[in-house]
């Protein structure tokens, strides 16, 4: 694996099957599906079947892009709420809470064949079991499906990359950080194919471009919702970042004095 070497400051607080863009997401589950989704490589996005989990900017974007490629994608969601936007990208609307595995049991017994869960799931820090035993239950529930390869997108504080935060922000954040960790700490005891990427501050703003993962645990800064999506899709596609932790961020948006490399998929 090649990387480039940047330096940067530390942080300071403040082939197709079936033609689907032809088709409507309701009929998707009467279509036949040729799965062309090597085993123990890279996933390769065209015709593979994803879940992707999570309401926010990123998991949208990430289905976005997904469709894009060809994939089939199914989003889970608690509510109808976004169900035009997402059946707008020939996506398909999967209701249910990641909190109910009974929810996430139906939905992956549904796709019959899920090639790759990605999550981008999270609490609140009044209440943040969603980041933890939400995305611990999709875990569960991919290992037993036999899905190939997991992307949990947590945030850079989390885990070992704690120290790249100041003592303020830890201290506003450590609750839902620490349920983030023990969700990190159920994947990578799995068998499966698995990537955490942690981004830093995320921002509504259009993508720069600039986003760029690397394994060191130092850094920090902001980052756009869709340059992380971005990211996840590229993970997605590389066999490179398996099993590894990265931290996401905009090279334009770093804080901080330090040298850290860029990984490159």
Known sequence: MQRASVTVKAFQPANVAVS???????????????RNVA????IDPDNASILVAGGGGVALSVTRKLKDMGSWVWQLQRTDKLRKEIEDMMAIVAIGD???????????VAIDGCDAVISTIGGTSAD????????????EAAV????????????????????????DVYAVLEKVLKEKEKAEEKLKGTSMDWIIIRPGGLQNEAGTGNGALTESTSVCGS???????????????SDKADRKVLSAVDTGKMFGDGAYEIFQL
């Open 128 to 139: 943040p079991s969603a980041d933890s035993q939400g995305n611990i239950n999709l875990i």
């Open 20 to 34: 689907r863009q032809a088709i409507h997401p309701t009929k998707f589950l009467h279509c036949h599906r040729t």
């Open 223 to 237: 980052i756009a919702r869709e340059d992380v999506a971005d990211l996840v899709c590229k993970a997605l596609r």
């Open 144 to 167: 037993k499906h036999g899905v190939q390869k997991f992307i949990l997108v947590t945030s850079i504080g989390t885990g070992d990359s704690k120290g790249a935060v100041s003592d």
């Open 39 to 42: 085993t123990h490589a890279a």
């Open 98 to 108: 990641a909190m109910n595995p009974e929810d996430i049991e139906k939905h992956l």
